[in-house]
């Protein structure tokens, strides 16, 4: 099983009907995807079926359990004995790549109808794309199997900073630099010509406000790292002992149907068992 779903779930319970092996079911917290049930749709569709219904994009691939297509279209075979998947099936390894393509048969004419003839077509200056269900992408992971801070919005140098001004005397505004907003400066309007002298308090006012946000910003990503890796840990520790927690349990299954297999085994009279022999008088 290549997919999991991250604590960004929301419980919408959306990815639960699209699965067809119903490996995804409600979890204490959040939904949860039964690892020996999952087979990626391989075998159904060329495209993760919950990650392209999950509103919030948290059905992702899983960097610690990489399972290649062999393993997952076996996996559907032994879930689904009676279906038939052929050599050549949807995989989102494929995206349909390998899909066979079935003919439309042609309609036979009526007698006395006419064939209509082929209206001519126009090819098209751009790409066609055939209209489908969204799959969610793949997250890109790093060298050590974590997947990288969402790419988020580039700042500028603070020195580069755009900074609209209303020219007081003809109301245009133009832009300025931050680093032409310094004590004694001037700014010439582009429309007027106007003159403005940039005083201590405007440049004290503009420093403040960009040196707040720049801290800010920076504490936000911070912050939202910190955040993703201690879910991370947490989800990884809550599956090392569900699975721990499995494999005990199968383990005392097993040792349960050694002991009932033994007690059959000793139970039964077999032809020509010896017979303990009972004493004709017995004196208390």
Not at 40 to 68: K, L, M, Q, S, Y
Not at 208 to 214: N, V
Request: proline share 8%; aromatic share 8%; hydrophobic share 35%.
């Amino acid at each position: 099983m290549a997919t999991m779903i991250t604590s960004e779930c929301i419980n919408c319970g959306a990815c639960e009907p699209e699965c067809p092996n119903n490996a995804i079911s409600q979890g204490e917290d959040i939904y949860v995807i039964d690892p020996l049930l999952c087979t990626e749709c391989v075998g159904f569709h060329d495209h993760e079926a919950c990650a392209a219904v999950c509103p919030v994009d948290c059905c992702v691939t899983d960097p610690n359990n990489i399972e290649v297509e062999d393993a997952l279209i076996a996996r559907a075979r032994n879930i689904h004995p009676g279906v038939e998947f052929g050599e050549v099936f949807e995989s989102r390894f494929r995206k349909g790549a390998e899909k066979p393509k079935t003919p439309a048969a042609k309609e036979a004419p009526q007698e006395g109808k006419a064939i209509p003839e082929p209206r001519p077509t126009t090819p098209k200056t751009g790409p066609v794309t055939a209209p489908g269900p969204a799959v969610a992408a793949q997250p890109t992971l790093t060298s050590d199997g974590e997947e990288p801070l969402p790419a988020s919005i580039t700042l500028p140098n603070m020195e580069d900073w755009e900074i609209p001004v209303t020219c007081f005397k003809c109301g245009e505004t133009y832009t300025a630099t931050a680093k032409r907003f310094r004590i004694g400066n001037v700014l010439f309007c582009p429309h007027c010509y106007q003159s403005t002298v940039v005083k201590d308090n405007l440049n004290f006012r503009i420093r403040t406000a960009l040196d707040e946000f720049y801290r800010s910003w920076e504490e936000a990503q911070e912050e939202f790292q910190a955040k993703r890796e201690r879910e991370l840990k947490e989800f990884r520790e809550k599956r090392e002992r569900e699975s721990a927690d499995f494999e005990a349990a199968q383990q005392r299954a097993l040792e349960k149907v050694k002991e009932h297999l033994k007690a059959i085994s000793q139970s039964y009279d077999a032809p020509g068992r010896p017979v303990k022999k009972r004493a004709l008088l017995k004196w208390g």
